[in-house]
């Protein structure tokens, strides 16, 4: 019976994000340019993310409080979690369309021009790192969606949900993905400049 739950689940979940992503594919800009980004890109807050990470505060909560109470902790924990990488995953996205834009423009638009191969090879490093991302993105927030149903109520028999767990999923590690993502977003930001690098460093 659980079984068949779980898998109408994810059947429904993947449903959905397949006609998700349809719709946001009809719907968005096909070429995004660097100030295109910065005007679309939310913010996240690095220490927030790591924090709700945490096994170790984790782990303090659960010795003090009651079952119920450690639940609804980590029911609000869960949100919280699930808003960020929201964020994170359209960032990636965001940063996905800018660096295809970037590649397009120097094989096809203005091919010939300076620096071309520089740009060509950042861009396919954001390019991979922000898929990575968001492959992570995807596993952990219907993870997250399936613990809120099934392991954040007190008459659930199942166990508390651990966020920490969220860590690593699917042999994706997510502070070496995002950090992998930052670099790769970094570099081509100071292939524009300074300005552009802090600018944009500042918001993911």
């Given at each position: 019976m659980l079984t068949n739950i779980l898998l109408i689940s994810f059947l429904l979940f993947v449903s959905g994000c397949s006609i998700l992503a349809a719709l946001q594919n009809l719907s968005r800009r096909p070429y995004l340019t660097?100030?295109?980004v910065q005007k679309l890109l939310r913010q996240v807050t690095s220490?927030?993310?790591?924090?709700?990470l945490d096994s170790r505060?984790?782990?303090a909560t659960c010795l003090v409080l009651s079952r119920d109470r450690f639940q609804e902790a980590q029911r609000l924990r869960l949100?919280?979690?699930?808003?960020?990488?929201s964020r994170m995953s359209h960032n990636a996205s965001v940063l996905l369309t800018w660096?295809?834009?970037?590649?397009?423009r120097e094989t096809k638009f203005m091919p010939g021009m300076p620096d071309r191969e520089r740009y060509i090879d950042l861009s396919r490093r954001l390019i991979s790192a922000a898929?990575?991302?968001?492959?992570?993105a995807l596993f952990a927030l219907f993870r997250i969606n399936i613990w809120m149903i099934f392991r954040t109520h007190p008459w659930m028999p199942f166990s508390s949900a651990r966020i920490a767990s969220l860590r690593e999923i699917g042999g994706i590690k997510f502070y070496a993905s995002y950090q992998h993502l930052r670099e790769a977003v970094g570099d081509l930001c100071l292939a524009?400049?300074?300005d552009f690098y802090e600018d944009m460093m500042s918001v993911i």
């Open positions: 660097i100030l295109d220490a927030d993310v790591v924090q709700l505060f984790e782990d949100h919280e979690f699930r808003e960020y990488l660096a295809n834009t970037e590649i397009w898929i990575e991302f968001r492959l992570y524009y400049g300074e």
